[in-house]
């Protein structure tokens, strides 16, 4: 069985407090990929980042002091372009999901495993590094056309990065 986590792809990174053009030009790219993994009957995991009203407070929140994700709000909502219907929806506090890791290691047969979404250079790499300290052993891929970072620069430092640990771009 070949797994889809679609990380992030929520309205404040797409085009919200924290948006990029880059991030508006992948949205239809993502839309596809995920249209093409459920006609083959594959699994497609949702990931969502969540903070709460005291964001500012956290560490993150001192660190990148841009309100975002906040639960409950427009921005925290994966974006209408994308269709969730019955995916698994998975609320994180932070850049990676053990939940994330530990639900993909708990489904039967899974044989692939493929990341998309934003922001490479953040939390697609971080749950990346997740997957595969979890399951070294399964094949996993980013597609980069379906992936955009803070900077271009840094997606391809992150895309470079995930490449040298066995994590094959496409």
Known sequence: MKVLCVIDMQNDFIDGALGTKEAEAIVKNVADKIEAYRKNGDTVIFTRDTHHDNYMETQEGRNLPVPHC????????????????????????????????????????????????????????????????KLPEVKMSVDSACCAGVTPESHNNALSAMKMCQIEIV
Do not use: R
Request: aromatic residues 4%; hydrophobic residues 40%; negative net charge.
């Open 70 to 133: 906040i639960k409950g709000t427009d921005g925290w909502q994966i974006s209408s372009k994308l269709t969730v219907g019955d995916s698994k929806v998975i609320d994180k506090p932070t850049f990676g999901s053990t939940e994330l890791s530990e639900y993909v290691a708990g489904l039967n047969g899974v044989s692939e495993i493929e990341l998309i979404g934003l922001c490479t250079d953040i939390c697609v790499i971080s749950n990346a590094m997740l997957l595969k300290a």
